[in-house]
């Protein structure tokens, strides 16, 4: 491990992408290739069990068939919508969602992220809102 297909990627990687990316040293990555359910294999052929769930994007499964049409029927009526400029209806549908699963009840609002860094700033500026200091 990693096998000779995933070495070969990380030689051809290193030609190509910053070397402060992708980790290839000491040993160099496992190339994944597909995933379904909580299992990935590699290119060479190889199955793994993903307890990290995709750091999470796969949390529900990798591939699962209800979040995959979901997708696909989102993706043909909108790929993109600049959020924060061009907001689509989409992003209020899942804030108020959102904001009726709120423990504490009454009034909620919520931050949309995309990283863990993303959720300790939204903490930190809420607090500040909150106390004012």
């Known amino acids: 491990m990693p096998g000779p297909r995933s070495r070969a990627l990380a030689a051809r990687l290193a030609r190509v992408e910053s070397r402060n990316v992708t980790c290839l040293a000491p040993l160099p990555p496992i190339f994944w290739e597909r995933a379904a359910a909580s299992n990935v294999w590699d290119v060479?052929?190889?199955?793994?069990?993903d307890l990290?769930?995709?750091?999470g994007v796969a949390a529900a499964g990798h591939a699962h068939p209800r979040i995959a049409s979901a997708v696909a029927r989102q993706s043909a009526v909108l790929m993109h919508a600049m959020g924060?400029?061009?907001?689509?209806?989409?992003k209020v549908e899942l804030l108020e969602a959102l904001a009726r699963l709120f423990p504490g009840g009454g009034a909620a609002r919520a931050v949309l992220g995309s990283s863990g860094s993303d959720a300790v700033e939204a903490a930190l500026k809420t607090s500040l809102l909150a106390t004012g200091r």
């Open 44 to 49: 060479d052929g190889n199955r793994f069990v």
């Open 52 to 55: 990290g769930a995709g750091f």
């Open 84 to 90: 924060d400029v061009h907001p689509a209806a989409v």
